[in-house]
């Protein structure tokens, strides 16, 4: 691996599914499709480019017995200048991605540490899909570094299909966690220097659905095909062990085939396709049909919903007698594919996507590079592809009879035939070669990191003590003060333990406020202030301003614009003059008629603006730059510091702490009073919900995770 840092050094994330390098397990599920096969093309392709000298591809780590051991390789080479990064998030088994949302906090945490030990920022993060959006954007607040975002396939759209099939809000929410998914697509959206799309539709119909639709900062750069694998027939496709599979199905094999390739998911409409070819004689007399619909052992060990897309297509070829003009094999590897795209073509035969929408379309460009004709859905990236490539017909895909005529058209006229299959062999090496998928990816990309500035470290001078090995960082009011006997005994074991424990304070207060405070409690100075919730930080023992930081959080920060549209709202009243800051505006919130949280988010969304916005004890909402917070401000100071976050306990009890506590901190909640708005957090096994209160509350964190010593999680919690 490349180790020098002169050259671009760009990190793609893609979080969820089963990613490797070779024989991708694409149809396993649902969450191992074409977005997988797609980044690691696409890292492919970058490394390959003369001015990249690095990419990353990271993804979760996975010790599964139930998956191939390779998932739990931390490194996976695949070029002199590419690597797949596996890090940790969550527990060892591999998790459909919508149970993955509350341990993407620690990937972004364990992806801090290895950049750190890489000594390397990157110069773009480009994160693929929602999860990975909710990290990249983490990750590129703390660096600064320019942030591109792939949504794939939109949460607000899902919503929108599921809610028109009669699904209910709170089966949605249950099993999909459908608002966190749209929420970090919105902030992704927000903070994206770049939105790269795969098609028009997908800009027009897709994202134009959200509040943060930005077109002026949307690309469309078609997805590009591997042309030494997918090519032109030759001799050899009927000898291949994947055509002896089909084969046994058929009753005349030698005749013409539809080829459909997809995962038994209901989007893919296969039923649809199914239907249509058994009300056609006409179809059934000139093809055969081939659908290779994922891997399977045994149906009843399916998830359900591909259970019930397999099971209704037993049920088809049964109710229209279609033994022996239909195979539907159960296993193919991924080698199989550009064979099977290769049989269809050397057959004469077609290619058909009649998915229910398409946003990318690689099926479509892979069989143009076959030399197959198709037959698509009118519904998404298709459109663009046959425009370019003239290799098929596209249909709505809900007409059955629309798709045995275009079936038809293509499989009954053998010049048509050969006109589309010539013009998809040419037009797809133009426009769908991964060369130049990475050469217009590069050139949109290029403006970014050439005028990137990230965060600045040389100054202010901080006199860090090196032998601090770990952290102990408590909000002030309702975490550390109330009971003054166990203060004094918590700054007793402070100061016992200074020589490897940096003490720090994050409050939503001025500095001078928490300074008073200080002085009232005689407390020992801390080694840092980080106030103003996380806007402000300062070191002991000079109180050194990090103006870094300032310069940092700056970013897309528009005070005198917020106020002209924040202070008009009902129910929201400004606090005094002392709580208000050059980057924090802070509310009383009335919530009898002010707008909800999501609806202040949504309102500033939709006006251009995006900030982090805080509601902590039941009334008080600060607003505060998109990269400022006091989680971001801990890990800037723990990264500056070299402190393991993993070594940082974190005291609090409101929901303005609980950016602190997501990911690889040891968090303690010390108060009860404001339970109700910490409550998601008791699913982190990370946070502890302590009997006591306050500074007595920190005093049993600190034996809970015996912080002074082993410094971790207990195992009979942790398992």
Known sequence: ???????????????????????????????????????????????????????????????????????????????????????????????????????????????????????????????????????????????????????????????????????????????????????????????????????????????????????????????????????????????????????????????????????????????????????????????????????????????????????????????????????????????????????????????????????????????????????ATEDGGPQDIIERCGNGLLVDPLDCRAIHQALLTVLSNPAQWQQFSSSGLEKVAKHYSWQSHADSYLKQIEPLYQRKTHMHRSHPKIEKQLYYDRAIITELDEALLGDTAALKQFIEVLQDNRKKTAFAIASGRSLKSVLAIIKVYKLPMPDVLITAMGSEIYYAPRLSYDVAWQHHIDHRWNLKTLHRLLDPLPGLTLQPSTEQHPYKISYNLDHDSAPSLDGIIRYLHQNDETVNAFLYQNQLLDILPIRASKGLALRYFCERWEIGLDRVLVGGSTAAEADMMRGNTLGAIVSKQYEDEVHALSNIKGVYFTQQSYAAGLLEAIEHYDFFNRCRIPIDEAS
């Not at 191992?32 to 000298?53: F, H, I």
């Not at 759209?157 to 998914?181: Q, T």
């Not at 050899?236 to 459909?260: C, G, H, M, V, Y």
Request: with cysteine; net charge negative.
């Open 1 to 375: 691996m490349d180790s020098e840092n002169n050259g671009l050094y760009i990190l793609l994330i893609s979080v969820h599914g089963l990613i490797r390098g070779d024989n991708l397990e694409l149809g396993r599920d649902a969450d191992t499709g074409g977005q997988s096969k797609y980044v690691v093309e696409l890292a492919r392709a970058l490394g390959d480019a003369p001015q990249v000298t690095r990419v990353d591809l990271l993804t979760r780590l996975i010790r599964d017995p139930h998956v191939d051991a390779c998932y739990a390789q931390a490194v996976e080479p695949l070029s002199d200048t590419v690597q797949i990064i596996r890090q940790e998030a969550g527990p060892d088994e591999y998790l459909r991605k919508e149970l993955l949302w509350d341990h993407l906090d620690a990937l972004v945490d364990n992806t801090l540490h290895y950049l750190h030990h890489i000594d390397q920022v990157p110069d773009i993060i480009h994160a693929h899909y929602s999860d990975a959006g909710y990290v990249g954007t983490k990750l590129a607040n703390v660096f600064g570094c320019p942030f591109v975002f792939t949504g794939h396939s939109l949460g607000r759209v899902k919503r929108s299909r599921l809610l028109a099939k009669g699904n209910k809000v709170s089966e949605m929410e249950r099993h999909y966690h459908i608002s966190r998914r749209i929420e970090s697509e919105e902030e992704a959206l927000a903070l994206a220097d770049l939105v790269i799309a795969s098609s028009n539709n997908e800009v027009e119909q897709q994202y134009k659905l959200y509040d943060y639709y930005q077109p002026e900062v949307m690309r469309i750069i078609p997805p590009g095909t591997d042309l030494q694998r997918f090519h032109s027939p030759t001799a050899n496709e009927w000898q291949s062990p994947i055509w002896q599979t089909i084969k046994r199905f058929l009753d005349q094999p030698e005749k013409p085939f539809i080829l459909a390739l997809s995962r038994p998911d209901e989007r893919k409409n296969l039923t649809t396709l199914l239907k249509s070819y058994g009300e056609s004689p006409e179809l059934q007399a000139v093809a055969n049909l081939v659908i290779v619909a994922g891997n399977r052992d045994d149906i009843t060990d399916m998830e359900d919903g591909p259970q019930k897309v397999m099971t209704q297509l037993l049920l088809q070829i049964d109710h229209y007698d279609l033994y022996g003009r239909v195979a539907y094999p159960k296993h193919h590897d991924t080698d199989d594919v550009p064979l099977l795209y290769r049989l269809a073509a050397s057959s004469r035969g077609v290619f058909i996507n009649p998915a229910l929408t398409e946003p990318f379309g690689l099926t479509i460009i892979e069989a143009a590079a076959s030399g197959v004709p198709v037959v």
